[in-house]
Antibody, heavy 122, light 107 residues
Framework: QVQLVQSGAEVKKPGASVKVSCKASGYTFTSYGISWVRQAPGQGLEWMGWISAYNGNTNYAQKLQGRVTMTTDTSTSTAYMELRSLRSDDTAVYYC???????????????WGQGTLVTVSS | DIQMTQSPSSLSASVGDRVTITCRASQGISNYLAWFQQKPGKAPKSLIYAASSLQSGVPSKFSGSGSGTDFTLTISSLQPEDFATYYCQQYNSYPHTFGQGTKLEIK
């Protein structure tokens, strides 16, 4: 069965970086993409971007450009999301989701990870 | 960016009711729309893609419709486990924006 298992909760100081992992199993990793979505406390869902596990192509939300990097390690079927220069408003639960891909364009999500709480506090 | 607006923002209903949630896109998105269900403290669950196609394992009590700018999610015969927050998302163009959510509560 398809599973996405994310790394554990993190507490970071403002200005630091965080790297969240998402280990996939139960399917051919390179046949799909991975999207990242975050949810601030009590707020809605925010699309952060996605990465093709086939060729590493990415597309990031404009507001995060320059601070976010998404990568994959196909040898371990793991996706990573690194966010730098953390601020208090980056405090959120970060989710990975498997995304269907067609002609290198991200389409819909089907499976989600369990989420990783990242707290940014001095 | 395409703005996604859901209505209502909250909704009270009773067990056994049929409810409809609306999602409107700020520009045409064909049928590139998905719906998700989220319960408190849990990851979202994918319900529908391509506006009306059910994800594997999702019961047929959930149905979606629409194309262009106006979409609906209908849930028939509400059960206690259906009370949650529902989100729409467009994937017609980047960024793949979400609606603000509709909280479905028990009356």
């Amino acid at each position: 069965q398809v599973q996405l298992v994310q790394s554990g909760a993190e507490v970071k100081k403002p200005g630091a970086s965080v790297k969240v992992s998402c280990k996939a199993s139960g399917y051919t990793f390179t046949s799909y993409g991975i999207s990242w979505v975050r949810q601030a406390p009590g707020q809605g869902l925010e699309w952060m971007g996605w990465i093709s596990a086939y060729n590493g192509n990415t597309n990031y939300a404009q507001k995060l450009q320059g601070r976010v990097t998404m990568t994959t390690d196909t040898s371990t079927s793991t996706a990573y999301m690194e966010l730098r220069s953390l601020r208090s408003d980056d405090t959120a639960v970060y989710y990975c989701a498997r995304v269907r891909v067609f002609n290198q364009v991200a389409l819909w999500f089907d499976y989600w990870g369990q989420g990783t709480l990242v707290t940014v506090s001095s | 960016d395409i703005q996604m607006t859901q209505s209502p923002s909250s909704l009270s209903a009773s067990v056994g009711d049929r409810v409809t949630i609306t999602c409107r896109a700020s520009q045409g998105i064909s049928n590139y729309l998905a719906w998700f269900q989220q319960k408190p403290g849990k990851a979202p669950k994918s319900l529908i893609y391509a506006a009306s196609s059910l994800q594997s394992g999702v019961p047929s009590k959930f149905s979606g419709s629409g194309s262009g700018t106006d979409f609906t999610l209908t849930i028939s015969s509400l059960q206690p486990e259906d009370f949650a927050t529902y989100y729409c998302q467009q994937y017609n163009s980047y960024p793949h924006t979400f609606g603000q959510g509709t909280k479905l509560e028990i009356k």
